[in-house]
C-alpha cells in the first residue's frame, strides 16, 4: 500500500489535494474516455491542438480545454507546443478492462448514492441507494430491475472479478466428484450451469430472490441441464428457515461478503446443518489481505462504501483473518486453502469440526 512516510510536506499536501478534487478528475477522466478524446489521442501519435480536437469531435473548443487541462492535470495527458498527447495513465484509462469495469460501476451505480455515505454509516442502512433506485432494504431484490445501464455496470463489475478466476474453480470443483451441491446466493446461475455442463454427475439447487432464480433457470435450460439445476426462493437473511439438508458440498463465491459478521456466521451456521456428514462448505471470496499487489487491496477496500450507502448499509470487503474467525464461530473448520485464483481470490475449504 502506498508509503506516506516517504513523502515529503509538499508532497503530501499535493496528495491531500487530489483526494479532495477526486470526484472532479473522475469525471473529467469519464469524458476524456466516453467523448473519445483519448482514443483520438492514442490514434494520433504526433499530439493535436485543442482546436483539432475540438473540429475532429464536433465539441467545442471550451469543453476539450476543460476536459485536456484536467486530463494534464492528472497525467493522463501530456501538453507540448500546445498539443496534447495520451500517456500510459491515459493509455490504461483507455484500454484496461478493470479501469473501465470500476469506472462505470462507480460512476453508474455508485456516484450519486454516495453523497448519503455518512447517513448511510450512521443510520446502518443503504441511504444511497434509497435515495436513488429504491425503498427496497438491500439492492439485492432488485438487481434485475434496476435501470438498465446501472444494471449492465453492476454484473460487469460482478462478472469482472468472479470471472477471472471461474475457469479454474470449475475445474478443481469438477473434480471433487460432488453429486448434490447447495448454493446460497448463486444468483443469475452462471456457476450452476457452468458447474453442471463440466460434471455431469453434479447437481445443483440455488437459494436466491425469486427475480434471480427465473433468470437461473432459464440460462439453466438454454444451457440442456435443467434437470440437475433447481431453485428455491429464499429470504436468506431470515435465519429462521433452515436450508435443505443431505448436501455433499455448500458453495458460496463472492456471496457472503454482501453481509455483516451476524449474518455471515448464522448462514455459515445453516450451511453446516445443510451438510451430509462428510459434506463441505466451500468459501470464494478476494479477501484484501489476500492479495498479491497493492492494486488489489486498494480496489477491494474502497469497494467497501458501495456495501454501506448501496447495498445494505451494513457489509463490506473483509480480511481472511476476520472470515477464519466466523468460520470457527460456525462450527466449522478450515481445511484448505487456495490463494491467487484469478485476480486474488481464495478458495477456503470448510468441514464441519
Known sequence: MFDQSKLNAADALFEAQKIAFGPVVFQAARLLQDWGIFQLLQDNKKGMSVKDISSTLDLSVYAIEILCESGFSMGALKLEDEKYFITKIGYFLLFDEMTNVNMNFNHDVNYEGLFYLDKSLKEAKPVGLHNTFSKEKTIYPILSKLPPKVK?????????????????????????????????????????????KESPLTSVTILDHQGQ??????????????????????????????????????????????????????????????????????????????????????????????????????????????????????????VEEVNGLGFGHTLMICEIK
Open 213 to 334: 432464480l427465473d433468470v437461473a433457470m432459464s440460462r439453466a435450460k438454454e444451457s440442456g441441464v435443467e434437470d440437475r439445476v433447481n431453485g428455491i426462493a429464499i429470504d436468506l437473511l431470515n435465519h429462521s428457515i433452515e436450508f435443505p439438508k443431505g448436501y455433499d458440498g455448500v458453495w458460496m463465491s463472492q456471496f457472503l461478503d454482501c453481509f455483516p459478521p451476524s449474518d455471515i456466521i448464522n448462514i455459515l451456521k445453516r450451511s453446516k446443518e445443510a451438510l451430509t456428514p462428510n459434506g463441505k462448505v466451500f468459501i470464494v471470496e478476494p479477501f484484501w489481505d489476500r492479495q498479491s499487489h497493492d492494486i488489489g487491496s486498494y480496489c477491494l477496500i474502497n469497494t467497501s462504501p458501495y456495501f454501506t450507502a448501496l447495498a445494505n448499509g451494513t457489509s463490506k470487503m473483509y480480511r481472511a483473518s476476520e472470515f477464519e474467525r466466523f468460520i470457527d464461530e460456525a462450527g466449522l473448520k478450515v
Open 152 to 196: 449492465d455496470s453492476w454484473f460487469s463489475f460482478d462478472h469482472f472479478y468472479s470471472d477471472a478466476a471461474f475457469n479454474k474453480l470449475v475445474d478443481i470443483m469438477s473434480k471433487k466428484g460432488i453429486e448434490k451441491l447447495l448454493e446460497p446466493g448463486g444468483n443469475t446461475g452462471k456457476w450452476a450451469v457452468s458447474l453442471t
